[in-house]
């Protein structure tokens, strides 16, 4: 299991990505000049401050009213103009670890390549008849990321040296570069384009420190004003570090590191195997492009599973943040949407893959991240809407800010447009759909009544609070389907978000709230809070079915502005939600707005076609989950197998292998499925170590598209 290639990175988006956890490294690969972008997950921008609107409050029945009123534009202008918050902060870049090589002559037999089995990269050549080779990876016990430079002769001549889009100081000497800087205070999202200083460097930013150790040379050490520059070596090892002190003996032998590290990895990694056919020795890009063209590649399937459970373990481990928008690999000071958690879909497909593809280990950040959402929520339901528990909308940050957001640094209203995204309280709420699932998997009644059990009850006060009874139903207003938009009635060109009750609000409250009432019911809890959840599912509005058969996604039948829209949030209670498992009429509502959806264009983007993947697969139908899943590699992969919003956003990586687990097997509502959604493609094969609930595993194999064998313990 490895990417492959026989020529360096031209952009970005072909480096290989290494990473442990919370130190990350994109390795280019140039035999000239080597560029490693680095990455530490807590450097962002912005510092501890309240960002939630404190005159936000008053105006919400206002808009309710608005809304009840058919008023649906005026309703989205006075939130826009008084109800939203200041933009999160933005990830950054840690800067860039340059080696300039003294090379000449022509380079022959190149090779670049990433070994998914034990998580290390190499990069080899000829120059001159002369052989180089250079290995990297990053090690969690070790925390630091590691390169060896290699030659038969010692003839290793090279400057290291770094930069960084942040104010940093370098210091050079014979031993390594001791590196330190300072992030900007505030950096506006990379859509704000108005502002007079979309980056404040100011005083208030974080500083961190690094550092590149040169542990072992056998060759001659100089320090320069440029650099460290290594002269006539035949072996070079080098090890850096940022923000946490590194966790190994300098004097400890490299060979013992590696294999601490590939021990360590393979512990969770070797868990889980797919087998679609023998991996050709054929360059990935190659692979990728025959595939494009027509050909059959069945085993590109089983590199891409295996790829995004390395890209797990590689940005989420004990003791990290979660993984963010791209992962923890980032080189734009103004990131794609921040390179934030996005939690109207994205921050949560990063984990969908966790619990079947045998990955708890992943886990852990997500379920710190969401205590830490919750505890800043609190102030947020508070001030925003005067409600108990805790809120949080669509985005998030280092800060763990939980406002709904819209407003530039310095500006006193929302943008344009910015409604559509940022009045969405049920970002925090969906989050808690991790902690039930994590319990039904593992059953640990420490966990779930430790973890789950009080966070699930500061959501399900909230949403118990943001309900309230209009024409005897309980309704949720001022209500988005996020990030889409239907047309006006009466009006000829506008388009808004705002309603009451979409399909997407009705299924996480009912999902919540079941959560809830079965943790109390397992751990024995006669929770006061239980009466209050079973008078408001009493009276909750129910899902609705319009004339073409459709769930519907707003609380009437609006025409939509977009009707191929990327998101299918209104089909949430099919997937990832159980919700509508055994209900018949909803999940063929729910087949008949998905291929409406997709008649009109939808899933164009990496991560909604990931999402389309998993909900054929819920659906038991193979051939269009096969469909798109090779939809998914074909249009929405760049050549290093990540996936293409576009730009790079790695929940399609992750959401499509979790869509190819469960097109071989379910655990819902209680059912296994064995093989639910096997593809006629797949004609031969198997998968080890797959999760199923209640703590256990499946391995399955089938040959000529029927089930051979399974065994589940």
């Known amino acids: 299991m490895k990417l492959f290639y026989t020529e360096p990175a031209g952009k970005w988006e072909e480096t290989l990505p290494i990473g442990n956890g919370s130190l990350g490294a994109m390795i280019w690969g140039n035999e000239k000049r080597e560029c490693l972008g680095l990455n530490e997950e807590s450097l962002w921008s912005g510092y501890r401050h309240d960002k939630n609107n404190h ?32 933009y999160n902060e933005s990830y950054l870049p840690l800067g860039n670890l340059y080696m300039d090589f003294d090379h000449e002559g022509d ?6 390549d ?58 050079y000497g014979k031993e390594g570069i001791a590196i330190s800087g300072t992030c900007p205070e505030h950096v506006d999202p990379s859509y704000v384009d108005y502002t007079p200083n979309p980056i404040v460097q100011g005083e208030k930013g974080m500083e961190f420190h690094g550092g590149l150790q040169l542990l072992s040379c056998d060759g001659e050490a100089v320090c320069e004003k440029e650099g460290l520059r290594i002269l006539h070596a035949s072996t070079v090892i080098l090890a ?39 991996q050709p020795e054929i360059p990935t890009n190659v692979r990728l492009q025959r595939l494009r063209d027509g050909e059959k590649d069945n085993a590109i399937y089983a590199l891409y599973f295996q790829y995004g459970r390395y890209l797990l373990i590689s940005s989420s481990r004990e003791g990290s943040l979660p993984a963010n928008l791209q992962g923890i690999w980032s080189w734009q000071l103004r990131a794609p949407w921040s390179c934030n958690w996005t939690t109207n879909i994205n921050a949560q497909m990063n984990y969908w893959l966790a619990q079947s593809c045998n990955l708890k280990e992943c886990l852990k950040p997500y379920f710190e991240f969401v205590k830490r959402i919750c505890e800043e929520g609190k102030k947020t339901a508070k001030v925003h809407y005067q409600c108990r528990g805790f809120v949080h909308h669509h985005n998030a940050d280092y800060w763990c800010n939980t406002n709904p957001v819209g407003m530039a640094h310095g500006e006193a209203e929302g943008e344009p447009e910015s409604v559509t995204w940022s009045m969405w309280p049920m970002g925090g709420a969906w989050l808690t759909n991790e902690l039930f699932k994590h319990y039904e998997y593992n059953p640990d009644r420490q966990f779930l009544k430790e973890t789950a059990y009080p966070i699930l009850k500061e959501a399900a006060l909230f949403l118990i609070d943001w309900l309230y009874l209009y024409e005897d139903k309980y309704v949720t207003c001022p209500s988005t389907s996020p990030e889409n938009k239907y047309k006006v009635p009466g009006s000829k060109d506008g388009a808004v978000s705002v309603a009451m009750s979409t399909a997407m609000d009705l299924a996480i409250i009912r999902e919540v709230f079941g959560n809830f009432q079965k943790t109390c019911d397992i751990l024995g809890l006669d929770d006061e809070v239980l009466p209050e959840i079973t008078e408001r599912l009493s009276k909750l509005t129910p899902f609705k079915i319009g004339s073409k058969g459709q769930l519907l996604e707003w609380h009437k039948e609006f025409e939509e502005s977009e009707p191929g829209h990327r998101h299918v949030s209104h089909l949430y209670g099919l997937f990832p939600s159980e919700l509508f498992e055994g209900d ?9 707005s998905l291929l409406l959806r997709l008649a009109n264009g939808g899933g164009y983007t990496g991560w909604s076609c990931a999402w389309i993947i998993n909900l054929f697969a819920a659906l038991e139908d193979s051939e269009h989950a096969y469909e798109y899943l090779k939809t998914l590699l074909t249009r929405s992969t760049y050549e290093n197998l990540w996936c293409a919003h576009p730009p790079f956003q790695i929940d399609g990586n992750f959401g499509g292998t979790a869509g190819i687990a469960n097109m071989l097997v379910q655990d819902r509502n209680g059912k296994v499925k064995i093989l639910p959604a096997l593809p006629a493609e797949f004609e031969d094969g198997y998968v080890k170590g797959l999760r199923i ?13 029927k089930l051979e064998d399974y065994t589940i313990y």
């Open 55 to 86: 005159g936000a409050f008053p105006y919400l029945e206002q808009c309710r009213r608005l809304v009840e009123q058919e008023k649906y534009e005026q309703a989205e202008e006075l939130i826009r103009t008084h109800m939203l918050g200041e």
């Open 107 to 112: 380079v022959t037999d190149y090779s670049r």
């Open 114 to 171: 990433l070994n998914l089995d034990q998580s290390v990269s190499h990069v080899s050549y000829r120059v001159n008849g002369v052989s180089y080779n250079r290995e990297y990876f990053a090690s969690y016990p070790a925390k630091a990321f590691f390169i060896k430079l290699d030659c038969e002769k010692k003839a290793i001549n090279t400057l290291i040296s770094f930069e960084s889009q942040v104010p940093y100081k370098a210091e």
């Open 240 to 278: 850096f570090y940022a923000v946490k002190e590194p966790a190994f003996d300098r004097l400890s032998a490299y060979d013992e590191i590696k294999e601490q590290h590939i021990r360590d990895y393979k512990s969770i990694y070797d868990k889980a195997e797919l087998y679609l056919g023998e």
């Open 584 to 592: 018949e009429a909803l999940t063929e509502a729910c087949k008949t």
């Open 693 to 705: 609930k209640n703590g256990k595993t499946v391995d399955i194999k089938w040959s000529n598209g």
